[in-house]
C-alpha cells in the first residue's frame, strides 16, 4: 500500500533543495508517519516495533558495555565483575542487555508465532517472511558469541559443544569437521583467540542484524502490513496513518513490555542465567550439566534426541532451514487461522510442541519420567516434539491446505466494523 | 479458545508430574537448601548492616584462611548498601592486610631472602587471597580447591540459603550404603555429599563485639548474608532505583492508554 503518491510537502526553501538531492526526509515521513496500516492490528501486531526497540536497546548498552570488557581469557571475567562493581551503573548496563537478549527472543518468538497463526509469511510477503528468518538465525548466532564473553564456566563449555558440532563433518569427510572446528577455535581448543574473535563478531553482527531489519522493514512496506483477518487491504477505509495511530498504540504496549522487561533487570537479575556462568572458565572442570539459555532450548532438545551426532546437527539446522520453506510448504490460499478450523489444533499443538522441547533441553540427559512404574527416558518424548516439529510443517501445512474447507472470509477489513456500527 | 487452554494445562500438568517425580533423587544428590529467611529478600528488602559486619567478621576470622574473595575491593566497605564502615575503618582495615607490591625503586621485586615485597592495602585494593595460585591451594588442602567467594552465591543454586544450609549441614549421619571418601566429609546440601572442608564453624569460635551470641546458626546466617553482599554489592541501589523505573513506567503506561483510547475512540 506504500506504492500509493508520497504526501510529503518540503516546508522550507532548504528542505525542498534538500529533497530533491536525497529525499531522507521524505523517506521518513513515508514509512513512519503517512504509512497506510491496516486499523485492525492488534496487539500481537506491536511486537515488531518493540524487537526494533530492543535491538537500539541492545546495541547501546553493548556499545557502553564493550568500552569496559577486556576479552582476554584471564582477564574477562574479572572485567565483568569491575563492570558490576565499580562502573558507574555498570550494573544496570548488564543487567539490561543481558535480561535485554532474553527479552528480545521472548519478543521475537511471539512475533514468529503470530507470523504463522496469520499466514503472514503467504504470498506476497515470502521475501519479508524469510528476511525475518535470517534475522531471527543471526540472533542466535549473535547470542551465542554473547554468552561466551563472560567467559565462566557455561561460556566456555556451551562455547565447546557448539563449535565441536563441526567436527560432526568428519563423519562425511574425515578430518575436514576437525579443521573447522581449529579453524573457528585459532587454536586445538576453545581459548584465548576464540574469545577474541567471538568478542569481534559479537561486536559486527548486531550492525549486520541492524541492517537486514531494513530490508524487513523495506520488505513489509512494499505489500503493507498483513492483519487479524489474513485478507488484502481494499481501500483507504480499512487503514489508517501509522503515526499517530500505530506509534501510541505500540508505545503504550511497549512500556508494558518494559514494565516486565524491568522486572528482571531490577527484581531478579538472574533469573534466566546459569549459576554456573559465575564460576569462572576452567578448561579442566567440567560443569554438572552444560545448558544453553533458554531461548534455545528446544534445538538443544532436538540435538540431543539423536543419537548419531552428524545427524542430531542436521536435525537441528533443518529445523531452522525448515523456516524458509514455509511460504511454499503450506498450500492454502487462507492466510489468517481465525478461518481455517482444520490447521488451528495444529498450530497450538505446534506452539505447546516448542514449549515442551524447550522443557526437555534443560533437563539432564538422563532423565526420566516415572509413569505409573515405569522409567520413560526423556529422550523418548524430545523425539517426538522433534518429530511433530518436522510433521507440522512438512505433512501438516502441505496436506490440510488442500483438504480442508475454510470459513468465508469477510469483503474487507471496514466491513465487519461498519457492520457493528450499524 | 477452549482449544489452545485444555492444550496449556495438559501441558502444565506433564510438568508438574515429572517435576515431583524427579523431586526423589538418589543418595547423592544434593538436599534442597533450607528456608531460613534474609533481611535482604523481597523488592523491598535490604541488608542487615550488623550482621553485615559480623558475617564479615566471620569471613576474615575463618573462611579466609582457604578461601579468597579477590573480587571485592576494600572501599566497598564503606560504599553505601554495604556492611556500612567509616572510611576510616575501611582504611585501617585495609592497612591490615598485607599486598604483594610492585617493584621498588631499585626494580627489585623481593627482598634479599627472595620473599615478594609487600605493602599494606588502600581502599583501591582487593582482597588478597590466601594462596598464591591454584597449585598452592591444591597443595594445601589435600588436592581441593577451595573456591573464591566474590560471586559465590550467585555461582551455586538456592545462593545465600546454599551457603547457610552448607554451614549447618555437618554432623548428619550418612545414610546407610553411602560412601564416605576418605578424607572428606559428609554434606547432604553438597553436589555428590562428600564435601572436602572439614566443619568450619564452631559455636563462640568468633567473638561479637555487638554481643550477639555466635552459635553456629548464626554465624552461617551472618555470613551467608555478607557474601550475598559480596555478590551483589549493588543490590540496594538497583532495587531503590527500580521502584522508581516500575512508578514512571506505570503511570507513562497510564498516559499512553488513555492517549491510546482517545486516538482509537473515532475508529472502533
Known amino acids: ?422 | 479458545m477452549r482449544k489452545p487452554i485444555t492444550l496449556a494445562l495438559s501441558l502444565v500438568a506433564v510438568v508438574g508430574l515429572s517435576t515431583a517425580a524427579f523431586a526423589a533423587g538418589e543418595n547423592d544428590h544434593p538436599l534442597p537448601p533450607k528456608d531460613v529467611s534474609f533481611s535482604h529478600e523481597g523488592p523491598f528488602g535490604t541488608y542487615d548492616r550488623a550482621s553485615l559486619q559480623r558475617g564479615f567478621q566471620v569471613y576474615k576470622e575463618v573462611c579466609a584462611a582457604c578461601h579468597g574473595l579477590s573480587r571485592v575491593a576494600f572501599h566497598a566497605l564503606a560504599d553505601d548498601g554495604g556492611p556500612g564502615f567509616t572510611e576510616a575503618q575501611a582504611k585501617a582495615l585495609a592497612a591490615g592486610y598485607q599486598i604483594v607490591a610492585g617493584p621498588n625503586d631499585k626494580g627489585e621485586t623481593t627482598d634479599d631472602n627472595g620473599t615478594p615485597l609487600t605493602r599494606p592495602g588502600i581502599l583501591a585494593d582487593k582482597f588478597p587471597s590466601p594462596f598464591a595460585n591454584p597449585q598452592a591451594a591444591r597443595t594445601a588442602n589435600n588436592g581441593s580447591l577451595p573456591p573464591d567467594l566474590s560471586v559465590i552465591v550467585k555461582a551455586r543454586n538456592g545462593g545465600e540459603h546454599y551457603v547457610y544450609s552448607l554451614l549447618t549441614g555437618y554432623g548428619q549421619t550418612p545414610p546407610a550404603g553411602f560412601k564416605v571418601v576418605d578424607g572428606k566429609y559428609y554434606n547432604p546440601y553438597f553436589e555428590g555429599r562428600n564435601i572436602a572442608m572439614p566443619h568450619p564453624l564452631n559455636d563462640n569460635g568468633v567473638t561479637y563485639s555487638d554481643g550477639t551470641k555466635a552459635t553456629i546458626d548464626q554465624q552461617a546466617h551472618d555470613v551467608a548474608t555478607f557474601l550475598t553482599w559480596a555478590a551483589e554489592p549493588k543490590m540496594e541501589e538497583r532495587k531503590r532505583m527500580g521502584f522508581g523505573v516500575m512508578l514512571f513506567l506505570a503511570a507513562f503506561a497510564g498516559v499512553l492508554y488513555l492517549s491510546y483510547r482517545k486516538l482509537w475512540a473515532d475508529q472502533h
Open chain 1, 1 to 422: 500500500m506504500s506504492a500509493g503518491e508520497s504526501t510529503y510537502v518540503p516546508k522550507s526553501g532548504f528542505a525542498r533543495w534538500f529533497d530533491s538531492r536525497l529525499p531522507i526526509a521524505r523517506f521518513a515521513h513515508d514509512t513512519m508517519l503517512t504509512y497506510p496500516t491496516p486499523k485492525n492490528l492488534n496487539i500481537w501486531y506491536t511486537f515488531g516495533g518493540i524487537l526494533a526497540i530492543m535491538l537500539v536497546s541492545q546495541i547501546l548498552t553493548g556499545i557502553v558495555l564493550a568500552m569496559h570488557y577486556v576479552s582476554s581469557d584471564k582477564l574477562a571475567f574479572d572485567s565483568v565483575e569491575n563492570i558490576m562493581r565499580d562502573v558507574n551503573y555498570g550494573w544496570l548496563l548488564r543487567y539490561a542487555h543481558a535480561n535485554g537478549a532474553s527479552m528480545f527472543f521472548l519478543a521475537v518468538y511471539v512475533h514468529m508465532f503470530r507470523g504463522i497463526y496469520y499466514g503472514s509469511y503467504k504470498a506476497p510477503r515470502e521475501v519479508l517472511w524469510i528476511l525475518g528468518v535470517v534475522i531471527y538465525v543471526l540472533m542466535i548466532a549473535t547470542a551465542f558469541l554473547g554468552y561466551v564473553l563472560p567467559w565462566g564456566q557455561m561460556s566456555f563449555w556451551a562455547a565447546t559443544v557448539i563449535t565441536n558440532l563441526f567436527s560432526s563433518i568428519d563423519q562425511i569427510i574425515p578430518h575436514f569437521g576437525t579443521a573447522i572446528a581449529t579453524w573457528l577455535w585459532g587454536g586445538f581448543a576453545v581459548g584465548d583467540p576464540t574469545l577474541n574473535r567471538f568478542f569481534s563478531l559479537h561486536y559486527l553482527l548486531p550492525f549486520v542484524i541492524f541492517a537486514v531489519v531494513g530490508l524487513h522493514i523495506w520488505a513489509l512496506h512494499v505489500p503493507g502490513n498483513n492483519n487479524p483477518l489474513g485478507i488484502d487491504v481494499k481501500g483507504p477505509q480499512d487503514t489508517v496513518p501509522f503515526h499517530p495511530y500505530y506509534t501510541v498504540k505500540d508505545a503504550f504496549y511497549l512500556v508494558l513490555f518494559f514494565i516486565v522487561f524491568a522486572g528482571f533487570v531490577f527484581y531478579a537479575p538472574n533469573f534466566v542465567g546459569e549459576v554456573a556462568n559465575y564460576d569462572m572458565a576452567d578448561p579442566l572442570v567440567t560443569p554438572h550439566e552444560i545448558v544453553p539459555e533458554w531461548y534455545l532450548l528446544p534445538f538443544y532438545a532436538m540435538l540431543r534426541s539423536i543419537p548419531d551426532k552428524l545427524m542430531g546437527v542436521l536435525v537441528m539446522f533443518g529445523a531452522l532451514a525448515t523456516l524458509v520453506v514455509i511460504p511454499w510448504l503450506d498450500t492454502s490460499k487462507v492466510r489468517s487461522l481465525r478461518f481455517r478450523p482444520m490447521l488451528k489444533p495444529f498450530f497450538w499443538l505446534f506452539v505447546a510442541t516448542c514449549l515442551l522441547l524447550g522443557y526437555l533441553g534443560a533437563k539432564r540427559p538422563d532423565a526420566v519420567w516415572h509413569i505409573a512404574g515405569m522409567d520413560l527416558s526423556l529422550v523418548w518424548p524430545a523425539r517426538l516434539g522433534t518429530l511433530y516439529y518436522y510433521a507440522f510443517f512438512w505433512i501438516i501445512l502441505p496436506v490440510v491446505g488442500l483438504i480442508e474447507k475454510p470459513k468465508p472470509l469477510p469483503d474487507s477489513i471496514a466491513k465487519p466494523v461498519l457492520k457493528a456500527a450499524e
